[in-house]
């Protein structure tokens, strides 16, 4: 079993605290939260600053305890705000009136706190080091993935995102509902999926998919089928099969498509993307191929109404020197 970890850092400035966060905030890491907020109040410390860049995500317990420590904050001439939610406790903070504990918008903390933090930081206990799954933080926007409890608590909002980025377009005629969210429940059973969104407090991209080769779970149907395909067109037996990529359509998030479906593709140790569009969809071929996918045009052959349009994306491996 996996148990939640939260890792905290404090770092003093006179009377002031910043305290960071990463991981998870929930039963089994609300006792270290309340323990290091109360151990703030303690000190004397007149201003807690909770950074709150690199948590995954927070329950109402989590929320409890920081009305708590706020309250208490309060009563001694204190206060504490939090910075930097991700958009699910931004959701929770405003579904339960609590957006008060909300700091003015500010830059996230520096790179050199956050390494500190995974070097150094409080955890909970029996809990594995952090591994490639850390958020990503550039230009303001975090890369992370979910696990498939919390897809199921922010399909709605995958749902959302993804009938934006195609509304008013051309391509909005072959993108239905119903199905995206099928296709998400369907494609979140698969072994090795992998879902990962771009975010700041809103969603702005996710890319999904699970992975395809000779020796998976999946041999018959349409897995093998497709598999055959790919192997005779690219002479590639094992890749992912990326089931969406979508952006919301904004100057500011031009390359976030590019950045999820390369770095799925690469914690899937892939080296090939496969996206399968519905042949018609011109607008979204164009808008794959502007991301570098390559089209192979129509496969015949594969379980479906229609022969879809088979798009490929070879990994783009980063150099030594970009590492």
Not at 23 to 44: F, H, M, S, Y
Not at 143 to 148: E, I, N, P
Not at 185 to 193: D, E, I, N, Q, Y
Request: hydrophobic residues 40%; glycine residues 10%; aromatic residues 4%.
């Amino acid at each position: 079993m996996v148990l939640s970890r939260l890792d905290i850092h404090r770092r003093n400035r006179g009377e002031q605290a910043l305290v960071t966060l990463a991981g998870t905030i929930g039963p089994a890491t609300v006792p270290l939260l309340r323990a290091a907020l109360e151990q703030c109040l303690r000190d004397g410390v007149t201003v807690i600053d909770i950074d709150l860049t690199t948590v995954n995500s927070c329950d109402s317990k989590g929320l409890d305890v920081f009305l708590g420590a706020s309250h208490r904050a309060g009563r001694v001439h204190a206060s504490l705000q939090l910075h930097h939610p991700c958009a699910q406790i931004t959701r929770l903070l405003s579904a339960t009136g609590s957006t008060l504990l909300l700091a003015p918008p500010t830059s996230p903390a520096p790179p050199e706190l956050l390494g500190d933090l995974m070097r150094t930081g409080t955890r909970t206990p029996d809990e594995p080091a952090r591994g490639p799954d850390q958020p990503a933080l550039k230009d303001g926007i975090r890369l992370r993935r979910l696990t498939r409890w919390q897809v199921e608590g922010v399909r709605e909002d995958i749902a959302d995102l993804a009938m934006a980025s195609v509304a008013g377009t051309p391509g909005e005629a072959f993108h239905d509902r119903g199905d995206f969210v099928h296709r998400l429940a369907v494609s979140a059973l698969r072994p090795g999926f992998a879902l990962l969104v771009a975010e700041t407090t809103v969603l702005v991209g996710c890319s999904f998919g699970f992975p395809v080769g000779p020796d998976g779970p999946g041999r018959g149907g349409l897995d093998r089928t497709l598999q055959e395909s790919i192997q005779r067109l690219t002479a590639c037996a094992r890749f992912v099969v990326l089931t969406q990529v979508v952006a919301r359509p904004h100057t500011q998030h031009r390359d976030i498509a590019r950045r999820l479906q390369q770095r799925l593709l690469t914690d899937r140790h892939a080296a090939l993307g496969v996206a399968l569009l519905h042949p018609f969809d011109q607008a979204g071929q164009a808008a794959l191929e502007s991301w570098g996918w390559q089209n192979l045009g129509e496969i015949v052959g594969l379980p479906g109404p229609v022969a879809p349009c088979v798009l490929i994306l070879p990994v783009e491996r980063p150099s030594p020197a970009s590492r």
